[in-house]
């Protein structure tokens, strides 16, 4: 009967323990967490419910774990054998998961560095990419633009490119014809971009329009022009779309020359060759 009550007793003490330090973490998490230079309310609230979500599991285990070792000790477990035979079983464990432990520090440097969030569309490793549906300490899953979900362990992440941090550039090039007025060229760019920014559907995802940049490149038939707006993450793809959509019709509009695949042809002066046909002689046989 009294070793019930102590367990009960053990199981409430858990509880509220759990109770005050999942609290805890909520206050210390939003305290401790700084905003960064360009980033807006929205997105320092998601990144600190991020490490929420990540702590608070971890602080109940640590509860139950202590919890645990407590009631072995009611039940009079002898804890020091206990701790030994745990340590030596924990050391090889240690050396089969190094990959393990690997991807937990990996996702810890994430999370805490807010490399990226869910939301966010990544490049991991120079290879995989797409939109990140969920982060966890061991892994990020992505799913592509075919639909295609990746589970990238964050120990192999590698090199980290985040496509949507905060704000992102339409980086768009525009091929025009060799006869092209390329003032005339970078004047309707300008226009179409500054319309494009001006219009309600569209406004609300363009930081600075998108304006003329530059003469990028030349080729044998077609002269490479870049066009440059910033925008909220994750919009530059529909901003550049709906973008070459209206340049289109503008350069039509306007009769702008657009590049066409070209082929010289030189004629040459026919050189006239006589070849003279030797019939070969029939072999005499003999009688």
Avoid: C
């Amino acid at each position: 009967m009294e070793l019930t009550i102590h367990i009960a007793i053990l199981i409430v003490v858990a509880l509220v323990a759990q109770m005050i330090v999942g609290k805890s973490i909520d206050s210390l998490v939003r305290r401790a967490v700084r905003s960064d230079k360009y980033a807006n309310k929205a997105e320092e609230v998601k990144r600190e419910d991020t490490l929420i979500a990540v702590f608070k599991p971890l602080s109940r285990a640590l509860v139950w774990v202590v919890a645990g070792i407590v009631a072995l000790g009611i039940f009079g477990v002898n804890l020091a054998a206990l701790i030994t035979g745990a340590g030596a079983i924990g050391l090889v464990f240690g050396i089969v998961a190094q990959s393990a432990f690997k991807d937990y520090i990996a996702g810890t440097y994430i999370i805490l560095e807010n490399q990226f969030r869910v939301g966010d569309v990544v490049l991991l490793a120079g290879t995989t990419s797409g939109v990140v549906e969920d982060i966890t300490i061991r892994i990020t899953k992505l799913r592509d633009l075919d639909g295609n979900l990746h589970f990238v362990r964050n120990g192999d992440a590698g090199v980290i490119t985040n496509m949507t941090a905060e704000w992102a550039n339409a980086n768009i090039d525009i091929q025009v014809g060799w006869g092209a007025d390329i003032d005339q060229v970078a004047e309707l760019i300008d226009e179409v971009g500054a319309a494009l920014a001006a219009d309600e559907a569209w406004s609300d995802r363009i930081i600075e329009p998108v304006k003329f940049l530059r003469v990028d490149s030349f080729s044998g038939s077609a002269v490479t022009v870049k066009a440059l707006g910033k925008t909220t993450p994750i919009d530059q793809w529909a901003v550049a779309g709906e973008f070459r959509r209206r340049i289109k019709v503008a350069f039509d509009r306007h009769g702008i020359e657009r590049p066409y695949p070209q082929r010289v042809v030189r004629e040459a002066a026919a050189a006239t060759t006589t070849i003279t046909h030797h019939k070969p002689r029939a072999a005499k046989v003999p009688a």
